[in-house]
């Protein structure tokens, strides 16, 4: 059974920073990229980042490019989502998703077709 679990999230202030953690069971973390997405209250889901079953290549929303960073540690079976400079846009649930390919395409479009993911985190960011 396909398990993924998101923690980490929390209340920061403007310019602080958060590292999410997506632990995963059931199945062999190299399968498959990874996806972070989040969702804030009435709004749509925002892919975050993605990263390859490898880990050799990357990518990322324009909205978060050069805070964010995804890592991937498949020993552990863990992703990793390290959150710096956090804005008072950036508050939302974030989910850690599986998909169906080993590449990443553009993160706007992977949203679209996920396969499982967990119960979120929350990430408040407020001074």
């Known amino acids: 059974q396909v398990q993924l679990v998101e923690s980490g999230g929390g209340l920061v202030q403007p310019g602080g920073s958060l590292r999410l953690s997506c632990a995963v069971s059931?199945?062999?973390?190299?399968?498959?990229?990874i996806v972070w997405f989040r969702q804030a209250p009435g709004k749509e889901r925002e892919g975050v980042s993605c990263i390859s079953s490898s880990g050799a290549s990357t990518d990322y929303a324009d909205s978060v490019k050069g805070r964010f960073t995804i890592s991937r540690d498949n020993g552990k079976n863990t992703v990793y989502l390290q959150m710096n400079s956090l804005k008072t846009e950036d508050p939302a649930v974030y989910y850690c998703?599986?998909?169906?390919?080993?590449?990443?395409?553009?993160?706007?479009?992977?949203?679209?077709?996920?396969?499982?993911w967990g119960q979120g985190t929350q990430v408040t960011v407020s001074s």
């Open positions: 059931g199945f062999p973390l190299d399968y498959y990229a």
């Open positions: 998703a599986t998909t169906w390919s080993r590449v990443c395409g553009h993160i706007a479009t992977m949203t679209a077709d996920l396969g499982s």
